[in-house]
């Protein structure tokens, strides 16, 4: 009689421990982390702006969510709620990527003698620095992405300000996937850099 109340007991504790590592075997497999970076245009552009001297391309500021790693997005129906994805980052914090970014484009366009970054402790003739307000995708009715930028130049001898503006562009993305997202980040800040040379025109 006892041993089959042991039996009972055994039977009644043994059982939920192996359900429980049926259900752990049978658990989806957690997903790969994703990498991202920018596919800026390769082709070197002329351009009509020219510096006459060094240009020095400053970390950009970037607040809060904004420097994070995780790739942030919004959806069209809840516009005000700032979400980030779990397996899906940025190669850099976007304060370095898009420095890197605006450095490389202007030496492609060969917008000044010389392009370089702090890290080389080179004394600049021209400062240029910027703020990240939006870097984000957007998805729902109508997929696509916003990145906002403010962006300056200062005379780094005079220390004068030579120009100082916000660019905000909304590009349309293929489907809602991070790598369509990316793709419009990309051509987006193409775009914002092209204004913001674009408006040095007659400046410098």
């Known amino acids: 009689m006892v041993k089959q109340i042991f039996k009972k007991l055994s039977r009644g504790f043994l059982a939920p421990g192996l359900v ?50 995780p790739i942030l997005f ?36 060969n917008a000044a003698k010389s392009i370089v970054t702090p890290n080389l402790r080179i004394e600049p003739d021209f400062i240029l620095a910027g703020k990240i307000f939006r870097f984000e995708q957007i ?18 001898k005079l220390d004068q300000l030579i120009h100082l503006n916000t660019y905000t562009v909304e590009t349309p993305s293929r489907n809602a996937s991070v790598t369509a997202a990316v793709q419009a980040f990309s051509t987006g800040i193409n775009q914002i850099i092209g204004a913001f040379l674009s408006d040095l025109r007659g400046k410098v």
């Open 20 to 69: 429980g590592m049926l259900s752990a075997c049978s658990q989806a497999p957690v997903p790969d982390d994703h990498y991202y970076r920018l596919n800026l245009s390769s082709s070197s552009k002329a351009t009509t702006v020219k510096l006459d001297g060094i240009v020095e391309v400053e970390r950009l500021i970037a607040d809060g969510l904004l420097d994070s790693r």
């Open 74 to 109: 919004t959806s069209s129906t809840k516009s005000s709620e700032i979400q980030s994805y779990h397996y899906h980052f940025w190669s850099q914090p976007p304060s370095i990527m898009l420095q890197n970014a605006l450095a490389a484009q202007l030496q492609l366009s």
């Open 139 to 156: 998805t729902g009715q109508e997929n696509k992405v916003v990145v906002s930028l403010e962006l300056s130049l200062k005379n780094a």
